[in-house]
Antibody, heavy 127, light 107 residues
Framework: QIALRESGLTLVKPTQTLTLTCSFS??????????VGWIRQPPGQALEWLAL???????RYSPSLKTRLTITSDTSENRVILTMANIDPADTGTYFC???????????????????WGRGTPVTVSS | ETVLTQFPGTLSLSLGERATLSCRAS???????LAWYQQKPGQAPRLVIY???IRATGIPDRFSGSGSETDFTLTISRLEPEDFAVYYC?????????FGQGTKLEI
């Protein structure tokens, strides 16, 4: 049974770096075709994809946030870590991690859906 | 970036009615990469449909998806109380995932 849980500081000051951890069970990033993605949701707004990492260390980032994001994995501990630099009040919201099985399509290449989600962790950016 | 526009923004229907939710892409997307999610207040999203038309595990058969290229539809044939929620479409193209702004399905 796949389960994911997000953790990290809930209150962050502007310009700091936000670090979020996704701890998961029920699958391994060592397994071919597995990935974990991060998605956020500002209060009352739509979902926004941030980043995704596959077990072979293939990483994808949102083009608009790419310069501020870093995603890494710790396969021995079943964790994925997302850092977001230079945090701003506009980054306030709920941050979700999700299981992302990998599929292949020609000519699209590898892609995923988000079929199991954590409950999300709230982040408030304020001085 | 491929923009997904969902309409209507809010859909008001009654129990037992048919709901039709639309998602339009700013450029053609592969139907393999189009998904729909359901989100209830205070909860994480739940995958409903993937590959445009395949129901995710545990999703009842009153949910169906269709469409191709730039126009996709999520249909709920007979609304049950638990179906009232916000629905998001999502796609993958050019190494990036995007979500629509959501359709709120209300009673």
């Amino acid at each position: 049974q796949i389960a994911l849980r997000e953790s990290g500081l809930t209150l962050v000051k502007p310009t700091q770096t936000l670090t979020l951890t996704c701890s998961f069970s029920g699958f391994s990033l060592r397994a071919s075709g597995m990935g974990v993605g991060w998605i956020r949701q500002p209060p009352g707004q739509a979902l926004e994809w941030l980043a995704l990492i596959y077990g072979n260390d293939d990483k994808r980032y949102s083009p608009s946030l790419k310069t501020r994001l870093t995603i890494t994995s710790d396969t021995s501990e079943n964790r994925v870590i997302l850092t977001m630099a230079n945090i701003d009040p506009a980054d306030t919201g709920t941050y979700f991690c999700a299981h992302a099985p990998r599929f292949y399509n020609f000519p699209i290449g590898y892609y995923s859906y988000f079929d199991h989600w954590g409950r999300g962790t709230p982040v408030t950016v304020s001085s | 970036e491929t923009v997904l526009t969902q309409f209507p923004g809010t859909l008001s229907l009654s129990l037992g009615e048919r709901a039709t939710l639309s998602c339009r892409a700013s450029q053609s997307v592969s139907s393999d990469t189009l998904a729909w999610y359901q989100q209830k207040p205070g909860q994480a999203p739940r995958l409903v449909i993937y590959s445009s038309s395949i129901r995710a595990t545990g999703i009842p058969d009153r949910f169906s998806g269709s469409g191709s290229e730039t126009d996709f539809t999520l249909t709920i044939s007979r609304l049950e109380p638990e179906d009232f929620a916000v629905y998001y479409c999502q796609q993958y193209r050019g190494s990036a995932y995007t979500f629509g702004q959501g359709t709120k399905l209300e009673i």
